[in-house]
């Protein structure tokens, strides 16, 4: 179970090291741990047992549960501010929230921890008549970086501001070794979300005449940053957890609030395409038992952005989307490449990928729903489903009748 831990939680968020983990477990075998070591320990099992478990009536969430309570039990010792110690402690507690949203509210976990982080000066490298060694500079950097990549995706899946700006920050890389690959190639993607998530969403998008040309530098970033992907990503669960997330932040990003009236016609077309690979994408996900595993709250919620985002598409532009014609996209003014439409379908091969569309979310979204088991809000998805899959059907019979 450790070693699961280490494959997916730290690759991705190395801010505790793997000798930590193993000492503290091998201190809590030998029974003389700490306050640190039995949080470490229960904490790491507790999040890969949530993560591992498919229902919250199943053993494992319920085991997660029983090692979750032990590590409370040192809590007040382990999470007193003031130290980069408890901003490590407060992260495995984040990483717990991912998986098991009914006990721990992740949107205001991370936002402790990142205002923590900052409190202690980790969003500024030390200056360089500081002196301090190599392995601690790195563990500073670390700690600080896994801060900035989990407040980054669920301010994002929240669709509310991040902790702190990027402009704030000066903090050089931590160095990557083979056990950092996926720490370093997904800080890429989180670098150009927050940059572009800060443009659209929270710098009065809605003021900005020409949208379409930052629209399109997102786009050509996140292009950019997925022909970069390293050969030796590993496991299987993060390629698609990470191929997931790029087209969740592409359909993102061409939804700015107030935007949607001074946005091309060809960006609903693209909406559409990337909805569809989307849906696609995680049914992929959900059928294979080994990736559903890593399946966060965090999906959860994009997910249910990308269907309403789906939906608001079919009810206000299916007339547009599922015509013959596609229009020309439209030039871009500044350096940027303009995102493309792999394929120009017919209106009813379109109408199909949506019906289509709209069954793959529809089980993958009850995947979610019977994983976290709220129930509120995947009953008002599936009310929304019912009627845009009626809205399809619709369209269906008007084709078939002409």
């Known amino acids: 179970m450790v070693q699961y831990y280490i494959d997916h939680y730290l690759a991705l968020y190395p801010f505790i090291s793997e000798s930590k983990i193993?000492?503290?477990?091998?201190?809590?075998?030998?029974?003389?741990?700490?306050?640190?070591?039995?949080?470490?320990?229960?904490?790491?099992?507790?999040?890969?047992?949530?993560?591992?478990?498919?229902?919250?009536?199943?053993?494992?969430?319920?085991?997660?549960?029983?090692?979750?309570?032990?590590?409370?039990?040192?809590?007040?010792?382990?999470?007193?501010?003031?130290?980069?110690?408890?901003?490590q402690m407060l992260l495995l507690l984040v990483q717990y929230s991912l998986v098991d949203p009914h006990h721990f509210e992740v949107w205001y976990l991370i936002g402790a921890a990142a205002r923590i982080a900052v409190d202690l000066g980790l969003h500024q490298d030390l200056p360089q008549t500081v002196q301090l060694e190599s392995s601690q500079l790195d563990l500073r950097r670390r700690v600080y970086y896994s801060v900035y990549a989990l407040d980054r995706t669920v301010s994002m899946s929240y669709r509310r501001s991040f902790t702190f700006s990027d402009d704030s920050a000066n903090v050089a890389r931590f160095k990557t070794g083979t056990s950092s690959v996926a720490a370093g190639y997904i800080l890429g993607l989180r670098e150009i979300q927050s940059s572009f998530y800060m443009k659209l969403f929270r710098s009065g998008s809605d003021s900005i005449q020409n949208i379409w040309p930052i629209i399109c530098s997102a786009t050509d970033g996140l292009r950019r940053w997925e022909e970069g992907h390293p050969q030796q990503l590993q496991p299987e669960a993060v390629k698609e957890m990470l191929q997931n997330e790029m087209l969740f932040t592409k359909i993102l990003f061409l939804s700015p609030p107030g935007a949607a009236k001074r946005l091309p016609d060809y960006c609903q077309l693209l909406m559409l395409q990337y909805v569809t690979e989307y849906a696609v994408s995680l049914s992929s996900t959900t059928g294979n038992s080994d990736a559903a595993e890593f399946l966060s709250w965090v999906d959860a919620l994009q997910a249910l952005f990308v269907a309403d985002v789906f939906f608001r598409l079919l009810e206000q532009h299916a007339v547009l989307i599922f015509a013959d014609a596609v229009p020309d996209p439209p030039n871009v003014p500044q350096a940027g490449t303009v995102p493309p439409l792999q394929t120009r379908n017919s209106g009813q091969d379109k109408l199909i990928g949506a019906l289509e569309s709209c069954q793959l979310?529809?089980?993958?979204?009850?995947?979610?729903?019977?994983?976290?088991?709220?129930?509120?809000?995947?009953?008002?998805?599936?009310?929304?489903?019912?009627?845009?899959?009626?809205?399809?059907?619709k369209f269906d019979s008007q084709r078939n009748l002409s």
């Open 22 to 87: 193993f000492s503290s477990l091998e201190a809590l075998r030998m029974g003389h741990g700490d306050a640190v070591d039995h949080w470490t320990a229960f904490l790491v099992l507790a999040v890969t047992l949530a993560s591992k478990s498919s229902s919250q009536n199943g053993s494992k969430y319920k085991e997660a549960i029983t090692y979750l309570v032990t590590a409370l039990r040192y809590a007040e010792i382990v999470l007193l501010p003031g130290s980069i110690q408890a901003v």
């Open 361 to 393: 979310l529809d089980s993958a979204v009850e995947y979610l729903g019977t994983k976290f088991g709220y129930s509120q809000p995947f009953a008002e998805y599936r009310t929304k489903s019912v009627y845009a899959c009626s809205i399809l059907q």
